[in-house]
């Protein structure tokens, strides 16, 4: 763990996030390999990322699992939520500059601001948490 997010833009970093290729690098190219299904290595570069192992699962550990055994995509909705985790996180990253410790600690950490929710725990729990957890860290 404790990688460095290296790509320019923001939506090339979420891409980076999610271990796919430079060739993701646009919204709509974005959204369609998440309609698609994201693949199972996603979660493995979300964790290699990450300054620590979180409190919470992402996706739920049985759905990773089962896609990596069956070397199939993750469904559309687990996709859904990885990618909805990566844009929070990729903000939180730039906001925090990089430092993970600080990434996590504000994932992590209830926020009174987001009714005492954690932002990573609003951020996975549909695209309009996460809005909420990127309006929050770019005001």
């Known amino acids: 763990m404790n990688g460095k997010l290296t790509r320019e833009t923001e939506i090339d970093r979420v891409s980076e996030l999610l271990g796919l290729s430079e060739e993701i690098n646009d919204t ?3 959204t369609n390999q998440v ?3 994201l693949p199972a290595a996603s979660v493995e570069k979300i964790l290699e990322i990450m300054y620590s192992q979180p409190e919470l699962n992402i996706i739920p550990e049985r ?3 089962r896609a990596k055994a069956e070397k199939q995509p993750l469904s559309a909705v687990k996709s ?3 990618y909805d985790f990566a844009r929070a996180y990729v903000v939180a990253d730039r906001v ?3 430092n993970g410790a600080l990434v996590m600690r504000f994932l992590e950490k209830p926020n009174s601001e987001l009714g005492g929710a954690a932002p990573m725990a609003l951020a996975i729990s549909s695209p309009a948490g996460a809005d909420a957890v ?3 860290l770019t005001r």
Do not use: D, N, V
């Open 80 to 82: 859904q939520i990885l």
């Open 28 to 30: 709509q190219t974005l």
């Open 35 to 37: 309609e698609i299904g």
């Open 96 to 98: 925090h500059a990089g």
């Open 63 to 65: 759905a990773y699992r």
């Open 134 to 136: 990127i309006e929050l």
